[in-house]
């Protein structure tokens, strides 16, 4: 059974760096679309980005030219590298994935069935 553990995330000052990781273990199918979420405390969960299995990432525009996505098939990780932080960066931090390619790989395609425990971030000023 495929579960996803995330890892790394932590307190930084704001201009500050950090690199969240999620490990995927279980089969990978060919065809899977992973993903980086957000939700602070009162907020909507808020996509952050996502890559497809053709290595294509979708930012939000929140994040874009800060955040950088990559993945290690060697080992099974996603990683999550982001620059520049700033306070309203703070959130938990989730890892997703969905199957298939009959939708885009956007964090709106609706149907993320497999989620992380999540990771907290927090950005002080």
């Known amino acids: 059974q495929v579960h996803l553990v995330e890892s790394g995330g932590g307190s930084v000052q704001a201009g500050q760096s950090l690199t969240l990781s999620c490990r995927v273990f279980?089969?990978?199918?060919?065809?899977?679309?992973m993903a980086w979420f957000r939700q602070a405390p009162g907020e909507e969960r808020e996509g952050v980005v996502t890559?497809?299995?053709?290595?294509?990432?979708t930012y939000a525009d929140s994040v874009k030219g800060r955040f950088t996505i990559s993945q290690d098939k060697s080992k099974n990780t996603l990683y999550l590298q982001m620059n520049s932080m700033k306070p309203e960066d703070t959130a938990m931090y989730y890892c997703?994935?969905?199957?298939?390619?009959?939708?885009?790989?956007?964090?709106?395609?609706?149907?993320?069935?497999?989620w992380g425990q999540g990771t907290q971030v927090t950005v002080s000023s």
């Open positions: 279980g089969y990978i199918p060919s065809s899977i679309c």
């Open positions: 997703a994935a969905a199957y298939g390619s009959s939708r885009p790989c956007l964090p709106t395609r609706g149907d993320f069935g497999l």
């Open positions: 890559a497809s299995s053709a290595d294509t990432a």
